[in-house]
């Protein structure tokens, strides 16, 4: 099937072989990104995990972007198959 015609809704899974295939993928998926007009169908990023002692209250982050984090964490542990 055409990439092209995918219909948004769907759940899209990709598998990759190894770590070069993961990174020819991210290559890939980010140049479909920029060629898309501002409306990509699925982005790649790149961001470390985020410890809970850095959200500690000694931090300076304000609670909002500490909230942020929290939820990335979370979101951190799920995996796609």
């Known amino acids: 099937m055409p990439f092209d015609t995918i219909d948004p809704p769907l759940a899209i899974g990709f598998y ?3 770590n ?3 990174k020819d993928f991210c290559t890939r998926a980010a ?3 920029s060629n898309s007009n501002g409306a990509p169908l699925f982005t790649v990023t790149n961001s470390k995990p985020v410890k ?3 959200l500690a ?3 300076s982050v304000c609670e909002d972007e500490v ?3 929290k ?3 979370e979101a951190d542990s799920l995996q796609l198959l």
Request: aromatic residues 4%; negative net charge.
């Open 20 to 22: 070069d295939d993961f």
């Open 67 to 69: 909230s942020n984090r």
């Open 31 to 33: 140049e479909i990104a």
């Open 16 to 18: 990759c072989r190894d």
């Open 71 to 73: 939820l990335v964490l």
């Open 52 to 54: 809970k002692d850095a």
């Open 57 to 59: 209250s000694g931090s």
